[in-house]
């Protein structure tokens, strides 16, 4: 038994993060806006909690075995948290991603010991036919490893680690006997939409807007196109983002969100990258649509330490 207040493994350190609300870049007459802050996980990302169940899930069902090599195609996040999560279980691990990543994302994942490999991109732009490429190399993977193939767009298992998101939310909120009424995020996978919309909708009505960029309105007017938002909009409707999980989907400026997240860093503190500027950016809209009175929930997804290479903090 471990001494009061020491975890036995890292594992334990994922979740629990702070939700904060937003008091400076909020116009007069908006919505309360909540962020819940995400950077705090052990890998800086959200995606630390649908890493560790999709693996002890697995687990449990006796699909993933004692060695047995991991696999998964991503944007970086995912790679980063399932590295460390394989890491601390023992498991080796291939990830296939590309040059259209933050480079402190595939820095991470090989610290954490994956294995990488990376399919060139379009001039750094994320497309669709990028993630089919990646898809491709997978495969290949799995048949000459027998590799686990977490598979994060189609495995139910996600939601489970995404839903206590939304319970923390409600826990953080009923506290101070706030209700929420609307949440809003960018899908990728949808998992952490869907866990969370799901779960805060347990409490009673909230209204829940999926959020994906202009450039690539998949999800508002059936058509993909390039953009530079990491770990949404991947060119298809997610298969976790079920009828049941939103009330309406929107979009959002990429060129407005990128210009919202040095502020957000200079007068909130909040530091987060492109996701979380466009989820905030999205937040905004919604909130001077319902007025004073309200509350918008959202999520920055992860740190703004993995976006420093790139010109996201460049005035």
């Known amino acids: 038994m471990g001494l009061p207040g020491i975890q036995s493994s890292s594992l334990q350190t994922i979740g629990g993060t702070p939700l904060v609300r937003l008091s400076r870049v909020v116009p007069e007459g908006a919505a309360d806006i909540l962020v819940k802050v995400e950077g705090s996980n052990p890998t800086g990302s959200y995606k630390d909690r649908m890493a560790l169940a999709m693996i002890e899930s697995a687990e449990r069902r006796g699909t993933l075995r004692p060695g047995q090599r991991v696999v998964e195609f991503t944007g970086g996040s995912t790679g980063s948290s399932l ?28 610290a954490f010991g994956a294995d990488l490999t990376l399919v060139p991109s379009d001039e750094g732009r994320i497309t669709p036919e990028l993630f089919v490429r990646m898809r491709g190399e997978v495969d290949r993977i799995i048949e000459r490893d027998e590799a686990f193939w977490t598979d994060q767009f189609h495995n139910l298992d996600a939601l489970n680690g995404y839903a206590e998101l939304g319970r923390e939310i409600l826990r953080q909120t009923g506290g101070d006997g706030v209700t929420v009424d609307v949440f809003c995020a960018a899908v990728g996978t949808a998992g952490m939409f869907a866990g969370v919309s799901t779960a805060l909708r347990e409490s009673g009505q909230v209204r829940a807007v999926a959020l994906e960029p202009t450039s690539s309105p998949m999800l508002t007017a059936g058509t993909a196109g390039p953009h530079r938002v990491e770990g949404v909009a991947t060119g298809i ?26 502020p957000l ?6 530091f987060t990258g492109t996701s979380g500027a466009l989820n905030v950016a999205g937040a905004l809209h919604l909130a001077g649509e319902i007025g004073e009175g309200h509350i918008v929930v959202t999520v920055a997804p992860d740190t703004g330490l993995k976006y420093l290479t790139g010109d996201l903090f460049i005035d």
């Open 265 to 270: 860093a200079r007068q909130e503190g909040i």
């Open 237 to 262: 409707i997610p298969p976790l983002l079920t009828a049941d999980t939103f009330d309406e989907a929107r979009t959002v400026d990429e060129e407005e969100a990128r210009r919202l997240a040095l």
């Open 83 to 110: 590295a460390f999560v394989c890491a601390v279980k023992g498991y080796p691990l291939s990830i296939v991603t590309s040059d259209a990543f933050a480079p402190e994302k595939l820095r991470t994942m090989r």
